[in-house]
């Protein structure tokens, strides 16, 4: 099958010779499939990261909102004793 495609095919013979060689070599294909593997988990640290530092950003933005309303409660209860105190006078 090999050599009645580089028979209809010549330019095929430099490919299928390159691949042979590649297959033949273990050592090679394992340092391939080793770096794709490194590649591959800092890549997902990258994703991790990056998904903890947006849910952070989440987090700090609903901390501010939260301090705005307790401050906002903490004058509204300021302004409730002053109100009792002018009523406990009256």
Known sequence: MIEL????YPHFR???HDVYKL???MEDI????SEALREMD????????EEQQAQIEEQKGQIEEQQEQLKEKDSQIEELK???AAMKKT
């Open 82 to 84: 002053r109100e009792l």
């Open 5 to 8: 495609l580089i028979r209809q």
């Open 30 to 33: 394992m340092g391939y499939f």
């Open 23 to 25: 297959c033949g070599n």
């Open 42 to 49: 800092r890549n997902t640290v990258q994703y991790m990261i």
């Open 14 to 16: 430099e490919l299928y």
